[in-house]
């Protein structure tokens, strides 16, 4: 079995800082793909940024210039370092990775259970 845990959510006052981080843990023989994603009151859930096991990023528009994703294979963790905060930013983002288990031919996705982020000030 596969865990994310995310962390480093909290309440930042508009154009702050904070920085999420989410750790995969458990029977992982390797990680494709990890993202982040958010969902605000009353709105679906939204891609924020996705990370390659190479490195390769894609960000939604919203955040270009703003946001920034990185991860740490040796450690599987990833980060999303968001600068510029907006009211807008404000939602439960999660964080997602493509794992494979020492036992699997595929790579299956697994969730983290979501850190709050509130912009206000």
């Known amino acids: 079995q596969v865990q994310l845990v995310e962390s480093g959510g909290g309440l930042v006052q508009p154009g702050g800082s904070l920085r999420l981080s989410c750790a995969a843990s458990?029977?992982?023989?390797?990680?494709?793909?990890m993202g982040w994603y958010r969902q605000a009151p009353g709105k679906e859930r939204e891609l924020v940024a996705r990370?390659?096991?190479?490195?390769?990023?894609n960000y939604a528009d919203s955040v270009k210039g703003r946001f920034a994703i990185s991860r740490d294979n040796a450690k599987n963790t990833v980060y999303l370092q968001m600068n510029s905060l907006k009211p807008e930013d404000t939602a439960v983002y999660s964080c997602?990775?493509?794992?494979?288990?020492?036992?699997?031919?595929?790579?299956?996705?697994?969730w983290g259970q979501g850190t709050r982020v509130t912009v206000s000030s």
């Open positions: 997602n990775a493509d794992v494979r288990g020492y036992s699997d031919i595929y790579y299956y996705r697994y």
């Open positions: 458990g029977s992982i023989f390797s990680i494709n793909a």
């Open positions: 990370i390659t096991s190479g490195g390769t990023t």
